[in-house]
Protein backbone atom coordinates (compact mmCIF):
# COMPACT_ATOMS: atom_id res chain seq x y z
CA UNK A 1 0.00 0.00 0.00
CA UNK A 2 1.37 3.40 -0.89
CA UNK A 3 0.84 5.96 1.64
CA UNK A 4 1.99 8.48 -0.52
CA UNK A 5 -0.57 11.44 -0.93
CA UNK A 6 -1.79 11.94 -4.28
CA UNK A 7 -2.42 15.14 -5.96
CA UNK A 8 -3.44 14.06 -9.98
CA UNK A 9 -4.56 17.60 -10.79
CA UNK A 10 -1.26 19.47 -9.58
CA UNK A 11 0.95 19.82 -12.43
CA UNK A 12 -2.53 21.39 -14.60
CA UNK A 13 -2.79 23.67 -11.99
CA UNK A 14 0.89 24.61 -11.97
CA UNK A 15 0.42 24.68 -15.76
CA UNK A 16 -2.75 27.10 -15.90
CA UNK A 17 -1.10 29.63 -13.30
CA UNK A 18 2.14 29.29 -15.69
CA UNK A 19 -0.10 30.77 -18.46
CA UNK A 20 -2.57 33.25 -16.91
CA UNK A 21 1.27 34.84 -15.40
CA UNK A 22 2.46 35.13 -19.55
CA UNK A 23 -0.99 35.84 -20.29
CA UNK A 24 -0.98 38.84 -17.93
CA UNK A 25 2.49 40.06 -19.01
CA UNK A 26 1.73 40.53 -22.52
CA UNK A 27 -1.51 41.73 -22.34
CA UNK A 28 -0.37 44.85 -19.64
CA UNK A 29 -0.50 48.13 -21.49
CA UNK A 30 2.89 49.17 -23.23
CA UNK A 31 4.12 52.71 -21.91
CA UNK A 32 5.63 54.66 -24.54
CA UNK A 33 9.04 56.19 -23.81
CA UNK A 34 9.54 59.65 -21.92
CA UNK A 35 9.91 61.03 -25.25
CA UNK A 36 7.64 59.46 -27.68
CA UNK A 37 5.22 60.69 -25.15
CA UNK A 38 6.16 63.74 -25.17
CA UNK A 39 6.56 63.82 -28.74
CA UNK A 40 2.77 62.86 -28.99
CA UNK A 41 1.61 65.74 -26.75
CA UNK A 42 3.38 68.11 -28.55
CA UNK A 43 1.71 66.87 -31.76
CA UNK A 44 -1.56 66.68 -29.72
CA UNK A 45 -1.37 70.54 -28.29
CA UNK A 46 -0.08 71.71 -31.69
CA UNK A 47 -3.20 70.62 -33.42
CA UNK A 48 -5.89 71.97 -30.45
CA UNK A 49 -4.47 75.45 -31.67
CA UNK A 50 -4.21 74.90 -35.24
CA UNK A 51 -8.01 74.09 -34.65
CA UNK A 52 -8.92 76.99 -32.66
CA UNK A 53 -7.70 79.36 -34.72
CA UNK A 54 -9.09 77.83 -37.99
CA UNK A 55 -12.33 78.11 -36.15
CA UNK A 56 -11.50 81.41 -34.08
CA UNK A 57 -14.77 83.69 -35.18
CA UNK A 58 -17.41 81.05 -35.40
CA UNK A 59 -20.61 81.69 -33.52
CA UNK A 60 -22.55 77.93 -32.99
CA UNK A 61 -25.99 77.84 -31.36
CA UNK A 62 -26.21 73.80 -29.92
CA UNK A 63 -30.05 72.62 -29.84
CA UNK A 64 -30.79 73.01 -26.18
CA UNK A 65 -28.49 76.35 -25.53
CA UNK A 66 -30.40 79.90 -25.53
CA UNK A 67 -33.31 80.69 -24.10
CA UNK A 68 -37.22 81.21 -24.99
CA UNK A 69 -38.63 84.33 -24.85
CA UNK A 70 -42.69 84.84 -25.31
CA UNK A 71 -44.18 86.95 -28.36
CA UNK A 72 -47.95 85.77 -27.51
CA UNK A 73 -50.46 83.35 -26.38
CA UNK A 74 -49.10 79.88 -27.86
CA UNK A 75 -45.77 81.57 -29.39
CA UNK A 76 -42.40 81.68 -28.08
CA UNK A 77 -38.69 82.78 -29.75
CA UNK A 78 -35.29 82.04 -29.52
CA UNK A 79 -32.47 84.37 -30.84
CA UNK A 80 -29.84 82.97 -33.05
CA UNK A 81 -28.37 86.09 -34.05
CA UNK A 82 -28.69 89.53 -34.02
CA UNK A 83 -28.19 90.62 -37.98
CA UNK A 84 -27.52 94.17 -39.05
CA UNK A 85 -30.22 93.61 -41.13
CA UNK A 86 -32.99 91.94 -38.72
CA UNK A 87 -32.25 88.86 -36.52
CA UNK A 88 -32.20 85.57 -37.07
CA UNK A 89 -34.37 83.44 -34.64
CA UNK A 90 -36.43 79.85 -34.14
CA UNK A 91 -40.18 80.68 -33.62
CA UNK A 92 -42.04 78.01 -31.97
CA UNK A 93 -46.49 77.86 -32.63
CA UNK A 94 -48.29 75.73 -30.43
CA UNK A 95 -51.62 74.15 -32.26
CA UNK A 96 -53.81 77.01 -33.18
CA UNK A 97 -51.56 79.98 -32.29
CA UNK A 98 -51.26 82.78 -34.71
CA UNK A 99 -48.51 85.65 -35.27
CA UNK A 100 -50.73 89.32 -36.25
CA UNK A 101 -50.39 91.15 -40.15
CA UNK A 102 -47.25 93.15 -40.25
CA UNK A 103 -45.11 94.63 -42.51
CA UNK A 104 -41.49 93.82 -43.23
CA UNK A 105 -38.91 96.33 -42.18
CA UNK A 106 -36.45 93.44 -43.77
CA UNK A 107 -35.80 91.44 -46.51
CA UNK A 108 -37.46 88.21 -44.05
CA UNK A 109 -37.05 84.49 -44.83
CA UNK A 110 -38.46 81.44 -43.60
CA UNK A 111 -37.74 77.58 -43.26
CA UNK A 112 -40.48 75.31 -41.51
CA UNK A 113 -38.25 72.70 -39.67
CA UNK A 114 -41.18 70.72 -38.16
CA UNK A 115 -45.04 70.75 -38.44
CA UNK A 116 -47.12 73.04 -40.88
CA UNK A 117 -47.87 77.10 -41.30
CA UNK A 118 -50.61 78.59 -42.70
CA UNK A 119 -50.85 82.25 -44.91
CA UNK A 120 -54.76 82.66 -46.18
CA UNK A 121 -54.39 79.79 -48.85
CA UNK A 122 -50.74 79.12 -48.67
CA UNK A 123 -50.13 75.83 -46.94
CA UNK A 124 -46.26 75.56 -45.87
CA UNK A 125 -44.81 72.22 -44.85
CA UNK A 126 -41.48 70.59 -43.39
CA UNK A 127 -38.54 72.41 -45.44
CA UNK A 128 -40.82 74.83 -47.61
CA UNK A 129 -39.13 78.12 -47.80
CA UNK A 130 -40.65 81.50 -47.85
CA UNK A 131 -39.39 85.03 -49.06
CA UNK A 132 -40.67 88.54 -47.83
CA UNK A 133 -39.01 91.65 -49.17
CA UNK A 134 -38.42 94.66 -47.27
CA UNK A 135 -41.64 96.97 -47.12
CA UNK A 136 -43.88 93.82 -48.00
CA UNK A 137 -47.21 93.64 -45.89
CA UNK A 138 -47.55 89.79 -44.69
CA UNK A 139 -51.23 88.33 -43.77
CA UNK A 140 -51.67 86.40 -40.72
CA UNK A 141 -49.75 83.79 -40.04
CA UNK A 142 -51.47 80.41 -38.44
CA UNK A 143 -50.40 76.86 -37.53
CA UNK A 144 -53.00 74.37 -37.05
CA UNK A 145 -51.19 72.05 -35.91
CA UNK A 146 -48.03 73.61 -34.69
CA UNK A 147 -44.78 74.28 -35.93
CA UNK A 148 -40.93 75.32 -35.34
CA UNK A 149 -39.81 77.49 -38.29
CA UNK A 150 -36.01 79.28 -38.62
CA UNK A 151 -36.96 82.70 -39.17
CA UNK A 152 -33.95 85.28 -40.38
CA UNK A 153 -34.16 88.72 -41.16
CA UNK A 154 -37.09 89.54 -38.15
CA UNK A 155 -37.72 92.00 -36.00
CA UNK A 156 -38.11 89.65 -33.05
CA UNK A 157 -35.87 90.02 -30.36
CA UNK A 158 -35.62 94.23 -30.96
CA UNK A 159 -39.42 95.70 -29.34
CA UNK A 160 -38.98 99.07 -31.92
CA UNK A 161 -39.02 96.83 -34.34
CA UNK A 162 -41.47 94.99 -33.87
CA UNK A 163 -43.65 97.94 -32.91
CA UNK A 164 -42.84 99.06 -36.34
CA UNK A 165 -43.53 95.93 -38.07
CA UNK A 166 -46.95 95.54 -36.53
CA UNK A 167 -48.19 99.15 -36.99
CA UNK A 168 -46.87 98.98 -40.63
CA UNK A 169 -49.34 96.31 -41.17
CA UNK A 170 -52.13 98.34 -40.66
CA UNK A 171 -51.47 99.96 -44.10
CA UNK A 172 -52.96 98.88 -47.05
CA UNK A 173 -50.79 98.83 -49.60
CA UNK A 174 -48.88 95.50 -50.27
CA UNK A 175 -45.07 96.36 -51.16
CA UNK A 176 -43.23 93.81 -52.94
CA UNK A 177 -44.25 90.38 -53.73
CA UNK A 178 -43.70 87.34 -51.47
CA UNK A 179 -41.82 83.92 -52.93
CA UNK A 180 -42.33 80.07 -51.88
CA UNK A 181 -40.08 77.52 -52.80
CA UNK A 182 -41.76 74.12 -51.73
CA UNK A 183 -38.94 71.65 -51.30
CA UNK A 184 -40.43 68.92 -52.66
CA UNK A 185 -40.71 70.55 -55.73
CA UNK A 186 -37.06 69.26 -57.17
CA UNK A 187 -35.05 71.80 -58.99
CA UNK A 188 -31.46 70.26 -57.50
CA UNK A 189 -28.20 70.66 -59.23
CA UNK A 190 -25.33 68.22 -58.50
CA UNK A 191 -21.87 69.89 -57.45
CA UNK A 192 -20.00 66.86 -56.98
CA UNK A 193 -20.05 63.54 -55.73
CA UNK A 194 -23.04 62.94 -53.09
CA UNK A 195 -23.31 67.15 -53.42
CA UNK A 196 -26.38 68.96 -54.51
CA UNK A 197 -27.24 72.14 -54.07
CA UNK A 198 -30.75 74.14 -54.69
CA UNK A 199 -31.28 77.76 -55.14
CA UNK A 200 -33.69 79.64 -53.29
CA UNK A 201 -33.10 83.42 -53.16
CA UNK A 202 -30.01 85.80 -54.61
CA UNK A 203 -30.07 89.59 -54.37
CA UNK A 204 -27.73 92.58 -53.28
CA UNK A 205 -24.97 89.82 -53.81
CA UNK A 206 -25.70 87.65 -51.39
CA UNK A 207 -27.78 84.14 -52.17
CA UNK A 208 -29.60 81.70 -49.95
CA UNK A 209 -29.34 77.70 -50.46
CA UNK A 210 -30.21 74.51 -49.58
CA UNK A 211 -27.27 71.92 -49.94
CA UNK A 212 -27.83 68.55 -49.55
CA UNK A 213 -24.86 66.34 -48.99
CA UNK A 214 -24.96 62.06 -49.20
CA UNK A 215 -23.52 60.11 -46.82
CA UNK A 216 -20.27 59.77 -47.20
CA UNK A 217 -19.96 63.23 -49.22
CA UNK A 218 -17.01 65.97 -48.66
CA UNK A 219 -17.07 69.95 -49.41
CA UNK A 220 -13.75 71.26 -49.88
CA UNK A 221 -12.80 74.29 -47.08
CA UNK A 222 -13.26 77.70 -47.90
CA UNK A 223 -13.05 81.53 -46.82
CA UNK A 224 -15.91 84.03 -46.49
CA UNK A 225 -16.26 87.11 -48.00
CA UNK A 226 -19.53 87.92 -46.26
CA UNK A 227 -21.19 86.93 -42.64
CA UNK A 228 -22.45 83.24 -43.72
CA UNK A 229 -25.29 82.20 -42.04
CA UNK A 230 -25.71 77.74 -41.89
CA UNK A 231 -28.73 76.32 -40.21
CA UNK A 232 -28.74 72.61 -40.22
CA UNK A 233 -32.39 71.33 -40.96
CA UNK A 234 -31.40 67.39 -41.07
CA UNK A 235 -28.46 64.82 -40.45
CA UNK A 236 -25.05 66.23 -39.42
CA UNK A 237 -22.38 67.48 -40.95
CA UNK A 238 -18.98 68.03 -39.65
CA UNK A 239 -17.82 71.86 -40.47
CA UNK A 240 -13.95 71.34 -39.76
CA UNK A 241 -13.68 70.07 -36.38
CA UNK A 242 -17.00 71.06 -35.44
CA UNK A 243 -19.78 68.60 -35.12
CA UNK A 244 -23.62 70.29 -36.31
CA UNK A 245 -26.83 68.68 -35.96
CA UNK A 246 -29.92 68.93 -37.54
CA UNK A 247 -32.20 72.08 -35.23
CA UNK A 248 -28.55 73.95 -34.53
CA UNK A 249 -27.25 77.00 -36.14
CA UNK A 250 -24.01 78.22 -37.05
CA UNK A 251 -23.02 81.95 -38.23
CA UNK A 252 -19.60 82.59 -39.81
CA UNK A 253 -18.41 86.10 -39.98
CA UNK A 254 -17.08 88.16 -43.15
CA UNK A 255 -13.14 86.68 -42.69
CA UNK A 256 -13.79 83.42 -40.94
CA UNK A 257 -13.05 80.32 -42.77
CA UNK A 258 -14.66 76.38 -42.78
CA UNK A 259 -12.50 73.70 -43.04
CA UNK A 260 -13.45 70.59 -44.92
CA UNK A 261 -17.56 69.50 -44.23
CA UNK A 262 -18.04 65.75 -43.91
CA UNK A 263 -20.94 63.65 -43.22
CA UNK A 264 -21.34 60.21 -42.70
CA UNK A 265 -24.76 59.77 -41.89
CA UNK A 266 -25.96 62.70 -44.74
CA UNK A 267 -27.15 66.52 -43.85
CA UNK A 268 -29.58 68.62 -45.39
CA UNK A 269 -28.34 72.67 -45.00
CA UNK A 270 -29.69 76.03 -45.55
CA UNK A 271 -26.89 78.49 -45.83
CA UNK A 272 -26.71 82.05 -47.17
CA UNK A 273 -23.41 83.98 -47.99
CA UNK A 274 -21.95 85.91 -50.69
CA UNK A 275 -23.00 84.51 -54.40
CA UNK A 276 -19.96 82.27 -55.68
Known sequence: MNSRTEYP???GVFEQA???????AALAPIAPEANRHQAIMARLQQRTVQSIAEHAGLLTIRLKAGVWHPVTDGIRFKRLWNGPEGNSV???FSAGASLPVHRHNWLEEGIVLRGGLQMGELELDRFDYHVSPAGSRHQSIQSRQGALAYL???SLGHSPSVLRELLGGLLPFS???AQTVFYGDGGWQQLSSGVFKKELYSGGGMASC??????GATVPGHQHLKNEECMMLA????????LLRAGEF????????HGEAYTDVGALLFVRGAVC
Open 9 to 11: NQS
Open 18 to 24: ELDRLLT
Open 90 to 92: LVE
Open 152 to 154: RGT
Open 175 to 177: GGN
Open 210 to 215: FYRLEP
Open 235 to 242: GEVFLGDI
Open 250 to 257: QLAPAGSQ
